[in-house]
């Protein structure tokens, strides 16, 4: 559900992220935007409450996390 709807803005935010655009292949890196943007992890926690636990090294890659 979008709270800040704009037609426009979100037409166009939608389109850059999916990589469509005029005469460009655009990527969008979410690990980078989420490392760079969200280093804690406060993001992630609050909107993905099964990541509440998780250690703040492994935030961005639980995945990668090993178990004992």
Do not use: C
């Not at 943007?37 to 992630?44: L, V």
């Not at 609050?46 to 996390?65: A, C, G, Q, Y």
């Amino acid at each position: 559900m979008l709270i800040d709807h704009d037609v426009h803005s979100n037409y166009g935010g939608w389109a850059f992220t999916a990589g469509m655009g005029p005469g460009e292949v655009r990527t969008f890196n979410t690990m980078l935007q989420s490392t760079k943007f969200d280093p804690k992890g406060d993001f992630i926690r609050r909107w993905v409450p099964e990541l509440t636990n998780v250690p703040s090294e492994f935030i961005h890659d639980p995945w990668n996390m090993t178990f004992n």
